[in-house]
């Protein structure tokens, strides 16, 4: 896809990777929707963006909301007269042991990682399909989903976010093959840990792993794989590149993953 003039609607847009990704996608010309729950970081990044000559429209809402996510999506068309693509990259985390799980937190967690992303796409579908419908339009359009490295192995103390990011996975694989004949391509996106909020919040002895586990990727990073994978769309883009190595180990040879993995993550109480 070519960016320059495209209509995008991106979840999660008020900070780290969502902010990275909006002010990228205005440098290439995009016409961007933001959309997340904070109404005042939304309007600086949009005036941020239109200062330096490029369009966009803050939205606040709450992807959990069938209603916010149609409001987003009627905004975007109303505003820029189309949409060609959407990036779902709002989400939650929650580090956690297994005997810690409550139940709150974990339908929280669930609601906006992954009914947040139907709920979007939802939302989104008509707005897609009619773009590709319409005379003389461009037919390639984009649905970017963001999950992570957790969402293809299992790691400990993450079950509960890897259960969210695996259904995203899931999903990512069966809309591209359900989409795609109907010429709209999904992507996933799958960064290892990311220098955002969510990291901040935690115990780094807990929440990294020692090694080529304990890489930390900047927002800008995940960002540039985002766009790139609106630009030319590809079913997987892991960052770093690396770690599809491990993820195909993890489906060929499980019991050797399981030790690769149990090495390379502390542990509370455990020397790194």
Request: hydrophobic residues 45%.
């Amino acid at each position: 896809m070519e960016l320059s003039g495209r209509s995008i609607l991106l979840t999660g847009a008020s900070g780290g990777i969502g902010r990275a990704t909006a002010l990228l996608l205005a440098r290439k010309g995009a016409k961007v929707t933001l959309f997340a729950r904070r109404l005042a970081p939304l309007e600086s990044l949009r005036s941020e963006i239109e200062s330096k000559g490029h369009e966009a429209i803050a939205v606040a809402g709450d992807v959990r909301s069938a209603a916010d996510a149609e409001r987003a999506v009627s905004e975007a068309v109303r505003r820029f007269g189309a949409l060609d693509g959407l990036i779902n990259n709002a989400g939650i985390g929650l580090l956690a042991p297994l005997q810690e799980a409550e139940d709150e937190r974990v339908a929280e967690m669930l609601a906006v990682n992954v009914m947040g992303t139907i709920r979007v796409t939802l939302a989104a579908l008509p707005a897609l399909e009619a773009r590709g419908a319409s005379p003389g339009a461009a037919r390639d359009r984009v649905i970017a989903n963001v999950s992570s490295f957790a969402g293809k192995v299992g790691v400990p103390y993450y079950s509960f976010y890897n259960a969210s990011k695996f259904a995203v996975a899931g999903l990512t694989e069966a809309w591209r093959r359900e989409l795609g004949p109907r010429g709209i391509r999904v992507a996933l996106v799958i960064p290892a840990a990311v220098e955002t909020e969510f990291l901040a919040r935690l115990d780094r002895g807990r929440a990294l792993g020692i090694g080529p586990a304990g890489t930390i990727l900047k927002p800008e990073e995940v960002a540039r794989a985002i766009v790139g994978a609106l630009e030319r769309p590809r079913p997987e883009i892991y960052i770093p590149r690396r770690n599809r190595w491990l993820a195909l180990l993890n489906v060929a040879a499980p019991r050797l993953a399981d030790r690769i993995v149990n090495r390379l993550f502390r542990y509370p109480g455990k020397r790194a």
